[in-house]
């Protein structure tokens, strides 16, 4: 496979030849993190130019999420049957194409299909990527490596939304797809150029598996999705996608029990990997309720737009610039066991901040806190990652990716939808008369005579997604606390 240290002594630093390959696929996923969450700001100016309801515009982003969702399962045994190089460099062309088509869309329908193509290459991109790097890197520079390539996704997340600002607010909602294309060919170029060639090996597919576990997964992010909209907790149809995904994702788990499954389910008898696997999980259904919340907060209660919450949320991104590449070294010394602990208790202090928010809360402190909570994301996420791989061999590597990708996208769902749920539960509660509206944009007298309401709401929430987040707590113990531990 691609890379693999084979030395007695292999290098303990982050060597040229590793720090190229970094380059590739870190230039390949910025461009998919960036495009993802640039899109999230263009709903209403999508809304004016096809006339739709914000309703149906909100399937450009359930669309992508599904493609995502479908395709993370299969990429561990396609990395396997066709190598990295190829499957990355495929990745890359199909988010490009569906880059070129969403740009060139002409109704709302046909952005909507475009979409589904877009996801399914980012899907790929990220796990891919992550493959490739664990592969080059040797369990000894895990976690230097994965702070190489976490930063720069953080901060992609964080700029996507000015980025989409920006590009709506001087050249059209088309260039957030258009503006793809450069930056994907440059990536495609130099992943042809400097991406070393990987050997790819018989692999059979697991058909059953494929079909029960990305129709699972399909079903319970479009199910999350749904369930995060107001009253659709109510309806026996969201219910039944959730039941038949859980029903779906059950018969796959019966299902796999060897190395052919397309995700290996004995991966998780590794102490060391099913520690990693279910932080790794609960910290996304964290992090990504967070998210809803601290945008949802500056634009609903402050009044702020897309551009200005942007720049809001750069200190989550600073704090993780600060945190990663000292907790990277760390994990590579001590152990996983050591840092993703203090990291979860950093983001957890951060959080319990933003608990006792109100609508006139400081902007420095809210700041102060979202750096904190940067800082515990840091040395969280990419030392969790880290110390799965250190639990495994190399040949196990890709579909152990496609197994912890599924359930950071399968947490990140529930997240979203869980908080979103309860925000909008919290906001009903202390003002019915906004019951189904209160996350839309207020006039600006509407929306200053409910604040200190709707700030209650949000630090409920918040409250919620501090109890979640210190769930992370007992699975981080288990880490290990020496590198090669589990």
């Known amino acids: 496979m691609t890379a693999t240290v084979t030395s007695k002594q292999p290098p303990q630093g982050l060597d040229r030849g590793l720090v190229a390959i970094g380059a590739v696929v870190v230039l390949g996923a910025i461009m998919s993190i960036i495009d993802a969450t640039a899109v999230n700001v263009a709903t209403r ?56 088509l969403a740009g060139a869309a002409w109704s709302m329908p046909t952005l909507i299909a475009f979409r589904v193509v877009q996801g399914l290459g980012g899907g ?13 890197a040797g369990p000894a ?17 964080v700029v996507g939304p000015v980025v989409g600002g920006l590009i709506i607010t001087t050249a059209g909602w088309r260039w957030i797809f258009f503006a793809n294309l450069p930056l ?9 150029r400097l991406l070393p060639r990987s050997a790819p090996r018989p692999a059979r597919l697991d058909v059953r598996g494929l079909v029960l576990l990305c129709a699972g997964v399909v079903a319970f992010v479009y199910g999350t999705s749904e369930a995060g909209r107001p009253g659709a907790l109510d309806a026996a149809r969201t219910w039944a996608i959730l039941a038949a995904s859980a029903l779906l994702i059950g018969v796959y788990v019966l299902h796999a029990r ?7 389910i004995s991966l998780f008898r590794r102490r060391g990997f099913a520690a990693a696997a279910v932080t790794n999980l609960v910290v996304a259904v964290a992090l990504f309720g967070v998210l809803v919340l601290l945008p949802l907060y500056w634009q609903v209660v402050r009044g702020h737009g897309p551009l200005a919450t942007g720049l ?58 979202l750096f904190v909570i940067g800082l ?15 639990a495994l061999p190399p040949a196990l590597i890709p579909r152990a990716t496609s197994a912890l990708n599924t359930l950071q996208r399968m947490g ?39 604040a200190p309401l709707l700030a209650q709401a949000f630090g409920h929430a918040f409250w919620v997604a501090l109890i979640i987040g210190a769930v992370a707590l007992v699975p981080a113990l288990l880490l290990p606390r020496r590198t090669g531990a589990g």
């Open 376 to 390: 515990g994301l840091g040395a969280t996420i990419m030392p969790s990652m880290a110390a799965a791989y250190q």
């Open 141 to 157: 520079r895990m976690g230097r490596v994965m702070g190489f390539i976490g930063l720069p996704m953080l901060l992609g997340s």
């Open 312 to 369: 809001l949320l750069v200190p989550q991104a600073l704090g993780a610039a600060v945190a990663m590449p000292l907790a990277g070294r760390v994990t590579d010394r001590v152990g996983a066991g050591v840092v993703v602990p203090a990291g979860v208790v950093l983001g957890l202090a951060g959080t319990a901040a933003y608990t006792q928010i109100h609508a006139d809360t400081s902007p420095i402190l809210l700041a102060a806190a």
């Open 45 to 100: 100016s999508l809304a004016e130019e096809f006339g739709s309801s914000i309703t149906t515009v909100q399937w450009v982003l359930t669309g992508y999420m599904l493609g995502l969702a479908g395709v993370i399962p299969v990429t561990g045994w396609a990395t396997e049957r066709f190598g990295a190089r190829r499957v990355w460099i495929s990745a890359l062309v199909l988010f490009l194409a569906g880059s070129a």
């Open 258 to 264: 060897g190395r052919d499954a397309l995700i290996d």
């Open 184 to 192: 994907g060919i440059a990536a495609v170029v130099a992943a042809v």
């Open 124 to 136: 790929m991109i990220i796990p891919v990527a992550q493959t490739i790097l664990a592969q080059a």
């Open 412 to 450: 990140a769902s529930v997240g979203t939808a869980a908080l979103a749920v309860i925000l909008q539960h919290e906001i009903t509660a202390r003002s019915p008369g906004l019951a189904g509206s209160a996350l839309a944009p207020l006039p600006d007298p509407a929306r200053v005579a409910v």
